[in-house]
């Protein structure tokens, strides 16, 4: 089974707009951490933002934020006032435990920002 | 801090070839993994190190595939004989201890011919 879904290969948002992009995920660890990672079409991986499960608020990064509703086990990725320099794929990723143990990534959404 | 230093950036062989990537972690992240990304399988999880110990290899597509880490500040991913089939980008990416810093290197663009 998969443990990071992102349902939605690509994405449109016009210029100045909020987007959402979609993931859920699946564990039985009590603990945990969810990640989003931008990479754009040179090829980096760029962190954006983090969410532990035991947090209580929403983690907020600038235009970025996290919806992270916990029982229905979805960490969506909020993008406010949309830029061109925002066109990239999006990854969202999920540590179990507390431990130094690898990401696991979904499989990515497209997002396109339109003049 | 140059953040994690992955060689080279781009890489061309032909079939057969040994290839050997590199990477230096973040000084004092004690946990570093390779990660391989394709088109069809997205970014998969290849072995990680704790400490320079290995602890889970069990990404790693076959014998063809090693990894080592000789110390704290440097690690080895070779491809021998490398297979059209590896042709990826092949990321590092290090962290510390309970650290939520997941840092990728730039990556290396493999393609074997």
């Known amino acids: 089974a998969q443990k990071i879904t992102q349902t939605q290969p690509g994405m449109f948002v016009q210029e100045k707009e909020a987007v959402t992009l979609d993931c859920t995920y699946d564990?039985?660890?009590?603990?945990?951490?969810l990640f989003w990672y931008k990479q754009p079409s040179s090829g980096e991986m760029i962190f954006l933002i983090y969410q532990g499960s035991y947090d209580q608020q929403n983690a907020t990064e600038g235009r970025y934020s996290l919806n992270f509703q916990k029982a229905r086990k979805s960490a969506n990725l909020v993008i406010s006032a949309s830029q061109l320099g925002d066109s990239a794929m999006y990854f969202c990723?999920?540590?179990?435990?507390?431990?130094?143990?690898?990401?696991?990534f979904g499989k990515g959404t497209r997002l396109s920002v339109i003049a | 801090d140059a953040g994690v230093i992955q060689s080279p950036r781009h890489e061309v062989t032909e079939m057969g070839q040994e290839v050997t990537l590199r990477c230096k972690p973040i000084?004092?992240?004690?946990?570093l993994f390779w990660y391989r990304q394709t088109m069809m399988r997205g970014l998969e999880l290849l072995i990680y190190?704790?400490?320079?110990?290995?602890?889970?290899d069990s990404g790693m597509p076959e014998d063809r595939f090693s990894a080592k880490m000789p110390n704290a500040s440097f690690s080895t991913l070779k491809i021998q004989p490398s297979e059209p089939r590896d042709s990826a980008v092949y990321f590092c990416a290090s962290n510390q201890d309970r650290g939520n810093g997941y840092t990728f290197g730039s990556g290396t663009r493999l393609t074997v011919v």
């Open positions: 990723a999920m540590r179990e435990g507390t431990g130094n143990t690898p990401l696991v």
């Open positions: 190190f704790n400490n320079n110990v290995p602890i889970d």
């Open positions: 000084s004092g992240h004690n946990s």
């Open positions: 564990t039985s660890d009590p603990s945990y951490g």
